[in-house]
Every structure is written in structure tokens, then in C-alpha cells.
């Protein structure tokens, strides 16, 4: 019996402490981190090892802007673990981002990669800047500006950035071009979430939503729930929260409730999903206007009465207050933290099924990492093949955790959280610490 069942006595597993008061993805990453970590009496020495990041670089990135005026962003990479493989992790260009939030979001990367096992560490980046706010020529700038404040940290080998909020495939293009141009040589591995032209993977774009689906499935399949007679909510109806609702909907499913930030909207004989699909495409991107539902809030679509809820638009949706009023068999996370740590024992004592983040939004890491196996392979794969691989890691993953959290009687995340951390460290233990 690896894991110190004291743990489950001690105070902060029946009353998280007073610093949850504020909540934030950090700290719940943290409380998360700590007790798996206290879990596996992981000695102090290697809880300190995996609390810091082995690289922190900030940079000064100056453009000359449309109005002639020199401009001058910060930007950040943080590598926080690289001992699986190179690391991986998203460039998000946001007028908050921050170092700390980097900090926070690469060991988030490193739990997440661990956890369905891709052989890469976890990194995050950012770029303090408002896109919304500048040129196409301005982003170009600031982009291949950042990348060549880079070179020494990014590589196919050493470090691999992806699109998060704020960037896309075009931001990946150029730094792909710019990486390139530095080494003389096309180097398509450097970058994942490019455009297909480009070496990007079919598949990407679904990927998410299509992971946090495929163990959604799994999970009613363990309560003995068929799809076809599940009612689902969704919260946030952009890239994994239309694409969840799309899958759910082919197999069967009742979507009753879908929301963005213009509201939600709810019917309880079920929503057309490629009808809602196809009006969010005209309409500018939002369902402003949606008639397909009586309008609710986004905090009574969390309460609805329902069998799978899916949280796919931002953090800190469910915390201590709410907690109690949530009616759903099954959380999938496809967002990042929608859940505070504040509300894990809450929802765990209600005998809800929470999936984790770091596992049912891992989809999207998980096909990155097969574009990168097919830039250095220069071989691409049908999207079929991309779907069936994607679809078995997966599952791999889930009923992997599944079987660790039976058999300790802890929750999915708990077990998620404890297998990454074994993982990382047990690894770094065969490699040893150099020098
Ligand atoms: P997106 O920008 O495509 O969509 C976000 C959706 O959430 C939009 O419909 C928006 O209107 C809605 N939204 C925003 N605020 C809301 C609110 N307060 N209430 C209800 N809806 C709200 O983003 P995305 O790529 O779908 O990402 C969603 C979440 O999934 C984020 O937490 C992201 O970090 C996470 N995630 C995304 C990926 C990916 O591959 N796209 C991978 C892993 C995790």
C-alpha cells in the first residue's frame, strides 16, 4: 500500500483551510499538488523539486508600432518540468498575463502530459499584451520578436509552444517561419497547432472536446448509463464546449442546456446541436438570440437537474458556494480549473464524479504531440487515425485512474494528481539529479 491513508485525517482533507477563502487556479493547483504529494510521502526534498520550475525567462520585446512609436511588451516561458521529454505547453497574449499565472499553468502542463502519457514535460508562456487591440502586423512583430528572444529555450527537442488564449494557428505559423529562418532548415516540430499546410495534424481542432467525449462515455459506461439516455448541460459553447455538445448529441444524447457569454439557454426535450452550431456561425460567433431554449442564467445552467455536466468556458465556476446545489452525476472538466479545490470534497461527498482537467481536456495535448510525431516523421496520418489514437489513450487514461481510485478509494482527481507526481518522480529518480 504506497500512499499514507493518514492523509485522510489529517485537517485539511475534512475542512480545506483558510486560504482557499480565495480561491484561484493556483492555489487549487497547489492544494491539489500537496496532497497527492502528502499522499505519496513524497520527501521534502522532491516535493521541492517539483514545486519549482527549472527555467523562468522574461524578455523585453520591442516593436515599432503603426504610429512609428517604439512599443515595448514583456513576455515569459516558463519550463516547469522537462523530465519526461522536451516540454509543452501553450503562448497566451493577454493584457494580464503574468509571470506567476505562467508559473502556475506549466506545472498545470506537467501533471496534464503525465497523465495520459505523452513523453513530454510541461512549459507555458505568455505575452502581456491586448491582441484585440493590434494589427495583424503588430502581432506578427511582437510574435517573431518573442520567438528569437527564444531560440535558446525553444526547440523539437527542447521546448514546444502551442496556441492558448489569444494566439492561433497564424501566431504559430510565424513562429515556426522565424524559428526556421534562425536554423537554416524548416523545422515543423518546433510548434504545434499549426495550420494543416503547414505540418499541423488533422484532428487538432476537435481534439479536445473529442477527449473530454470520449471519457465522458467511459465514465456513464461505469454507471451502467447508456448515452443514448443521458441528458447533458454545457457550459461555454466555443471550440471544446460546441464540439462536446456536437459528439454528445451524435451519440444519442440529450443536450438540454448550452451556454456563452450573451447567457443560456435551456430545453428540456433536448437542443438541436448542429442547428445551434450552424446559427453560432452566422451570427457572429454568440448565441445572442438563440430561440431554441428558454433563457436561464450561466449560474442556473451549473444547477440544472442532469446526468453529465460539462464546464467548458472558464475557471472557478463551482467553488464552495455553489457546490452543494450542483444536481449532476458527472463533472467533465473541459476547461482549465472550473472547479475550485474549495468545492472537490463537497462535490466527492455528494457522490458526483468529477473528471479532471489534467485528464478530460488532455485531448488537445495529446494530438499536439502526434502532430509533432508526424512533423519528425514527415508522414501524416488520415484524420481516422488520428481519431482512433486519440480515442484509446483516452480511454487508456481514464480507466487507468479509474482502476487507482477504486482501489485506494480516492477520488479521479486525487488519482490523477497521484499518478502524475509518482510518474514525474519516479522518472527523475532513474535519471538522478546531475551535477
Ligand atoms: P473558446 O474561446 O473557443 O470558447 C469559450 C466559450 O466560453 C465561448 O463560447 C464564450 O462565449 C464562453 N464563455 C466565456 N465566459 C463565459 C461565462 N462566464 N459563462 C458562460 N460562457 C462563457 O475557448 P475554448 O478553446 O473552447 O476553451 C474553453 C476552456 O477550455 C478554457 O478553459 C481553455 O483553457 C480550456 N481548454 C481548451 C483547449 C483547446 O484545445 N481549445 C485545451 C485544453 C483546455
Not at 523539486?49 to 520591442?62: F, G, M
Not at 443521458?230 to 451519440?251: D, R
Amino acid at each position: 500500500m504506497p500512499y499514507n491513508k493518514d492523509v485522510f485525517n489529517t485537517p485539511y482533507y475534512k475542512e480545506p483551510g483558510p486560504k482557499l477563502d480565495k480561491d484561484s487556479p493556483f492555489e487549487s493547483m497547489m492544494e491539489r499538488f500537496r496532497f497527492a504529494a502528502e499522499l505519496l510521502e513524497l520527501d521534502e526534498g522532491m516535493f521541492n523539486y517539483l514545486a519549482s520550475p527549472v527555467k523562468q525567462v522574461t524578455v523585453s520585446i520591442p516593436i515599432v508600432s503603426d504610429d512609428g512609436q517604439i512599443k515595448v511588451y514583456e513576455g515569459y516561458r516558463v519550463v516547469h518540468d522537462n523530465v519526461l521529454g522536451p516540454s509543452k505547453g501553450g503562448l497566451r497574449f493577454a493584457p494580464d498575463v503574468n509571470i506567476d499565472e505562467v508559473k502556475a499553468l506549466a506545472a498545470w502542463m506537467t501533471w496534464k502530459c503525465a497523465v495520459v502519457n505523452v513523453p513530454f514535460g510541461g512549459a507555458k508562456g505568455g505575452v502581456r499584451c491586448n491582441p484585440r487591440e493590434m494589427s495583424q502586423r503588430e502581432l506578427e512583430h511582437v510574435t517573431r520578436r518573442y520567438t528569437s528572444e527564444m531560440l535558446d529555450v525553444f526547440g523539437p527537442d527542447q521546448d514546444i509552444p502551442a496556441p492558448d488564449m489569444g494566439t492561433n494557428e497564424q501566431v504559430m505559423a510565424w513562429i515556426m517561419d522565424t524559428y526556421s529562418m534562425h536554423s537554416r532548415q524548416t523545422e515543423t516540430a518546433v510548434v504545434t497547432g499549426k495550420p494543416i499546410i503547414l505540418g499541423g495534424s488533422r484532428g487538432r481542432k476537435e481534439a479536445t472536446g473529442r477527449g473530454v467525449v470520449t471519457v465522458t462515455l467511459a465514465a456513464l459506461n461505469k454507471m451502467g448509463i447508456m448515452p443514448g439516455k443521458t441528458s447533458v448541460a454545457i457550459q461555454g459553447f466555443g471550440n471544446v464546449g460546441s464540439i462536446s455538445a456536437k459528439l454528445m448529441y451524435e451519440q444519442g444524447a440529450k443536450i438540454i442546456a448550452i451556454s456563452d457569454v450573451s447567457g443560456a439557454y435551456y430545453n428540456k426535450k433536448g437542443i438541436n446541436i448542429p442547428e445551434a452550431i450552424a446559427y453560432v456561425e452566422k451570427n457572429s460567433g454568440t448565441l445572442e438570440g438563440f430561440t431554441d431554449g428558454d433563457k436561464i442564467t450561466n449560474a442556473e445552467l451549473l444547477e440544472l437537474d442532469c446526468d453529465v455536466l460539462i464546464p467548458a468556458a472558464k475557471e472557478d465556476q463551482i467553488d464552495r458556494k455553489n457546490a452543494a446545489n450542483i444536481k449532476a452525476k458527472i463533472i467533465a472538466e473541459g476547461a482549465n480549473g472550473p472547479v475550485t479545490a474549495s468545492a472537490d470534497s463537497i462535490l466527492d461527498d455528494a457522490g458526483i464524479l468529477v473528471i479532471p482537467d489534467i485528464l478530460a481536456n488532455a485531448g488537445g495535448v495529446t494530438v499536439s504531440y502526434f502532430e509533432w510525431v508526424q512533423d519528425r516523421q514527415g508522414y501524416f496520418w488520415t484524420e481516422e487515425r488520428v481519431n482512433r489514437r486519440l480515442n484509446r489513450m483516452m480511454r487508456d487514461a481514464f480507466q487507468l485512474l479509474y482502476d487507482e481510485k477504486e482501489k485506494y478509494n480516492i477520488t479521479l482527481r486525487q488519482a490523477a494528481y497521484v499518478y502524475a507526481i509518482q510518474k514525474v518522480s519516479n522518472t527523475l529518480r532513474l535519471r538522478g539529479i546531475y551535477g
